[in-house]
């Protein structure tokens, strides 16, 4: 069963926004804080963003604090991430998990950002 279904990404210009959504299934949503996390060809994962479960802290990349804002709504189990000044090296197939730290389940298929002229 999936449990999470990225979508929102696409090619956008340098400077450019989008903004991912992540559905979440077949879990207590509000039980985790959920994170989004993007991986490029030839580099490792790594942590985008986290928004905790309760409190609604936050914690994000030096690379992308104050560019992208992460978010989520409880009531629809979806968590977002809202890109803004995109730069090339943005460009990585974005994924959502649980957890504030650590991812907790399986991946589900990402969505892809590209920043391209």
């Known amino acids: 069963q999936d449990k999470f279904v990225e979508s929102g990404g696409g090619l956008v210009r340098p400077g450019g926004s989008l903004t991912l959504s992540c559905i979440a299934s077949?879990?207590?949503?509000?039980?985790?804080?959920m994170a989004w996390y993007r991986q490029s060809p030839g580099k490792e994962r790594e942590l985008v963003a986290a928004v905790a479960k309760a409190s609604g802290a936050t914690n994000y990349a030096d690379s992308v604090r104050g560019r992208f804002t992460i978010s989520r709504d409880n009531d629809k189990k979806t968590v977002y991430l809202q890109m803004t000044s995109l730069k090339p090296e943005d460009s990585a197939m974005y994924y959502c998990?649980?957890?504030?730290?650590?991812?907790?389940?399986?991946w589900g298929q990402g969505t892809q950002v590209t920043v391209s002229s």
């Open positions: 077949g879990f207590s949503f509000t039980t985790y804080g």
């Open positions: 998990n649980a957890g504030f730290k650590n991812p907790v389940h399986s």
